[in-house]
């Protein structure tokens, strides 16, 4: 890549900004109401803060904990300077929290994918190393019936082999109407380009239309 060609894909990438941390439905629906939103979701300790960090290139904007579960909260992030929001919502299946703590996440969730009326899109996480779980197979499936469309992110894909990342993909493409969920890595960086990609495609952040069904992106 050309001194040129580097340059520009820098200026390319989007920022992050904090918005907001929300714990109630009644913050939720007091924020962001007006602007297009995608959800980022996935079971505890798939490294979703991680991922925000990754592709804000920035270190510190999500907090990275040791302890599965410990997000309680979803944070609105504005994407710069294309304008709309990625949400990350709370983990889920972590069994060591409690049952009602638990539950009472599980609801905020359902109710922001039910009640967000600029919701774009899922960006569903799944961790590379892990099989098929039943509550990331709940979760594309509630989306997918709400006509939502669904995002596949294979994370931690650089702890994994080629052959690994396949079987993944082609384990997840039934469930994603066709399409492989891409490999990312947040220490590698390995599809982060991509991944932007597709988010400005299903927000609408004026992509090509090809770009948006996808073209070029698998």
């Not at 889920?92 to 600029?118: D, F, V």
């Not at 669904?150 to 990342?165: F, I, M, P």
Request: proline share 6%; hydrophobic share 40%.
């Amino acid at each position: 890549m050309s001194p040129q060609e580097a340059q520009h894909d820098a200026l390319a990438v989007p920022s992050l900004e904090l918005m907001a941390t929300l714990y109630t439905l009644e913050q939720l629906r007091a924020h962001a109401r007006d602007l297009p939103q995608i959800a980022l979701a996935g079971r505890s300790n798939v490294g979703k803060s991680s991922l925000v960090n990754a592709l804000a290139r920035r270190r510190k904007l999500a907090r990275v904990s040791s302890e599965p579960g410990k997000t309680r909260s979803i944070n609105l992030f504005r994407v710069v300077p294309d304008g709309f929001v990625l949400a990350d919502l709370p983990g889920y299946g972590y069994a060591r929290r409690g049952r009602e703590e638990r539950r009472n996440w599980a609801l905020l969730i359902q109710k922001y994918l039910e009640s967000t009326p600029m919701l774009r899109a899922l960006a569903l996480l799944i961790d590379c190393r892990v099989p098929m779980q039943e509550s990331d197979r709940v979760m594309a499936e509630f989306a997918r019936a709400r006509s939502l469309p669904v995002v596949g992110v294979l994370t931690k894909a650089d702890k994994c082999s080629q052959r690994e990342r396949a079987a993944q993909q082609a384990a997840w493409v039934p469930l994603l109407g066709g399409q492989e969920p891409l490999p990312v890595s947040s220490v590698t960086r390995m599809g982060m380009s991509e991944l932007w990609g597709r988010l400005r495609a299903v927000a609408g952040s004026g992509m090509p239309e090809d770009a948006r069904c996808g073209g070029g992106d698998a």
